[in-house]
């Protein structure tokens, strides 16, 4: 029985660990994903991406 319970903590734990780590990175990726989109938007529209901005045209999609 005390292998069991064991196996069950050892469960939670990981479960909790995946749910933390997915916590930290859903931001991480979401600000990267939103850049990217701002950085492509750009050049499409003939603008430079300089120090995290546009350069002589918007980010905005049209």
């Known amino acids: ?5 064991g196996e ?3 469960t939670v734990i990981a479960i909790i660990l995946i749910g ?5 990175v859903t931001p991480l990726i979401t600000n990267m994903m939103n850049t990217t989109q701002k950085r492509t938007c ?4 003939g603008g430079t991406w300089t120090n995290g901005r546009c ?3 918007s980010d905005k999609c049209s």
């Open 20 to 24: 933390v780590i997915a916590a930290v």
């Open 8 to 10: 069950a903590n050892l």
């Open 42 to 45: 750009c050049h499409n529209n």
């Open 55 to 57: 350069v002589g045209a």
């Open 1 to 5: 029985m005390k292998e069991a319970s």
